[in-house]
Nanobody, 125 residues
């Protein structure tokens, strides 16, 4: 069982930055692919970024965030981060941390094993 708790959301002006954090429980955290998803009002949940585990740490980014967002993990602290720069109004959504055991790049929301409750990111124009 893995429990995930997100933090770091808030209100930011367009062009600003936020860093989301996800604290994970569980002794096998390092073996999980971790991901950030987001869901805007009236839209489906979409994959934003993922990072592999098991010493790989390869990453995947949605085209809409490439060059602006960076996902990282600290296995010693059981933490995953999403650094978001140059935020746009279209980035506004609830952001969720999710986990799945194994090595993946692109992964669908339906395939994730564990979810956090989400943190709201609001971007004002």
């Amino acid at each position: 069982q893995v429990q995930l708790v997100e933090s770091g959301g808030g209100l930011v002006q367009a062009g600003g930055s936020l860093r989301l954090s996800c604290a994970a429980s569980g002794r096998t955290f390092s073996s999980y692919t971790m991901a950030w998803f987001r869901q805007a009002a009236g839209k489906e949940r979409e994959l934003v970024a993922s990072i592999r585990g098991s010493g790989d740490s390869s990453t995947y980014y949605a085209d809409s965030v490439k060059g602006r967002f960076t996902i990282s993990r600290d296995n010693a602290k059981n933490m995953v981060y999403l650094q978001m720069n140059s935020l746009k109004p279209e980035d506004m959504a609830v952001y969720y941390c999710a986990a799945r055991r194994g090595l993946y790049f692109y992964i669908s929301a339906s395939a994730m094993d564990y979810w956090g409750k989400g943190t709201q990111v609001t971007v004002s124009s």
